[in-house]
């Protein structure tokens, strides 16, 4: 992705964002960039020595883009916003409303190649 001199300005941290294909565009702020994986320690009958610890359920934590780089990204946003927005609402669902999907990501500092 290739800064202009404007969008350069001022931003120290940046940030280039594809949602399944979709460019995002570059953003300088992003956070809630975190995975937590719980544990389970199970307590065995007879084993006095130690907890065996299985893996739990993975947690992934809601994303948060702040300060598009300029205003062709932020209208790339809203426009995959508004499209996401018409799918749900024109869902085949008795009472309106579809389901939320899962989506692949891919974020990436903007000075190293775009994700693919």
């Known amino acids: 992705m290739t800064l202009s001199l404007n969008a350069a300005l001022g931003l120290t941290t ?5 949602v399944d294909g979709v460019d995002l565009g570059g953003w300088g702020h992003c956070s809630g960039l975190s995975v937590d994986f719980n544990s389970v320690a199970l307590e065995e009958g007879g084993n006095y020595d130690y907890k065996p610890i299985l893996s739990g359920q993975i947690d992934y934590k809601p994303i948060t883009l702040k300060r598009a780089m300029n205003a062709a990204d932020s209208a790339r946003v809203q426009a ?11 869902a085949p669902s008795g009472g309106g409303g579809g389901t939320v999907g899962r989506y692949s990501c891919g974020i990436c500092f903007a000075t190293h190649a775009a994700p693919e």
């Open 80 to 90: 995959w916003l508004r499209s996401k927005v018409t799918t749900w609402m024109n």
């Open 14 to 18: 940046r940030f280039h964002v594809v």
